[in-house]
């Protein structure tokens, strides 16, 4: 199982007041470019589930800080599988 790195980055969804689109860029890419492939959740609820469902964590230890918010950390470097990456639904190959 092949691992690498991806920095998440979340942009307010246009079309739906209150949704997400959710993107990534591969950490060590040369061409410093965000992945075309991208994600709409239709809220905060849903894009944290997506998260703990591929378990990736945005909480230290398993535990809510109240003065963080649950959206990824686009300064944060999050190691990754491509498995995990389908399970945030992302298409990628399998």
């Known amino acids: 199982m092949n ?3 991806v920095r ?3 942009h ?3 079309q739906h007041p209150g949704g997400y689109i959710l993107q990534f860029q591969r950490v060590g890419d040369i061409t410093h470019e965000e992945s075309p492939l991208k994600v709409v959740f239709p809220d905060k609820v849903k894009l944290e589930g997506a998260f ?3 378990g990736l964590y945005l909480h230290s230890f398993g535990t809510r800080d109240s003065g963080r918010d649950v959206m990824p950390d686009p300064n944060q470097d999050y190691e990754v599988t491509d ?3 389908r399970q945030l639904g992302f298409d990628t190959p399998a």
């Open 83 to 85: 498995q995990m990456m």
């Open 8 to 10: 998440f980055k979340t």
């Open 52 to 54: 703990l469902k591929a």
């Open 12 to 14: 307010p969804d246009p």
């Open 3 to 5: 691992t690498y790195q």
